[in-house]
């Protein structure tokens, strides 16, 4: 960034005021808040997110520094939940992201589909073409599960289950399917990204370092052993100290210290 796109000193002391405005309003909220799922509270932490990630980009332009605070976003949590306690429906809206990593192998299969349909319209010359005739072929669940089989490599995909107090008339929504999802009426949902798998990958990192600790410490023991063993070829190793000729256990010199 230039310095005369730059944001000047006031505007970051102003920032930083919002943010100290909006903590006190997100204390407030929730020292008040009526319930679990206040949306008032919800408000405010928003307001509180917000006014966080201006101060931290006007930090950031401005002094070259960053905040150590990591507010979630609000893609990252649901709103308060405001459907029905008994939905009577619902609605289960599923995204998969795929990218097309082998057109060859994408096409090839498209044309074993051409194959075996005699009346089908040649579509398998062009990606778009072979996307279409196979997604018109398998089930969505099929092709998730055998996406390598046709060249694709999965990105991230979700679930939403949202509720309804009535099922929707036939061909209702088909035209804009996605348009009046209403958050708040989401009952549950279910994430899969390679953002998570970093998180896991740390994880793995950790257990590797335990057990690779617990293998030193175990060779160290076998060591001691060895040694134990060259030092005392009766494999007296229990601790006790060895019979003398009467066959009476020898007492340690230590036992015999007198006054």
């Not at 679990?36 to 101060?55: G, I, M, R, S, T």
């Not at 370092?209 to 063993?229: G, K, Y």
């Not at 070829?233 to 009467?246: F, K, R, V, Y």
Request: proline share 7%.
């Amino acid at each position: 960034m230039s310095d005369a796109a730059q944001p000047t000193a006031a505007e970051v002391r102003a920032a930083a005021e919002a943010v100290k405005t909006a903590l006190d309003r997100h204390l407030a909220a929730v020292e008040r808040r009526s319930g679990e799922d206040d949306p008032a509270v919800y408000d405010a932490f928003n307001q509180l997110a917000a006014a966080a990630e201006a101060y931290d980009e006007l930090l950031y332009d401005r002094y070259d520094e960053v905040t150590p605070f990591e507010i979630p976003g609000a893609d990252d949590s649901l709103p308060p939940y405001t459907g029905p306690e008994e939905p009577s429906a619902l609605s289960v809206l599923i995204r998969r992201d795929y990218a097309v990593a082998e057109p060859q192998r994408l096409m090839a299969q498209a044309r074993r589909v051409e194959a075996a349909d005699e009346e089908g319209a040649a579509a398998s010359g062009t990606v778009h073409g072979a996307l279409g005739l196979l997604f018109g072929e398998f089930e969505p669940d099929e092709i998730a599960s055998r996406h390598k089989e046709f060249g694709l490599e999965e990105g991230d995909s979700t679930l939403w289950v949202t509720a309804a107090e009535e099922t929707a008339e036939p061909g209702e929504w088909l035209e804009a399917p996605f348009e009046q999802v209403d958050p708040q009426r989401v009952v549950c949902r279910f994430d899969v990204s390679a953002v998570f798998d970093d998180e896991f990958d740390d994880d793995l990192d950790a257990d590797e370092e335990d057990l690779d600790a617990d293998e030193e410490d175990l060779d160290a023991e076998e060591e001691d052993l060895d040694t134990d063993l060259e030092t005392d070829p009766e494999g007296d190793l229990d601790g006790e100290p060895d019979p003398d000729e009467d066959g009476e256990p020898a007492r340690l010199g230590a036992d015999r210290r007198g006054p």
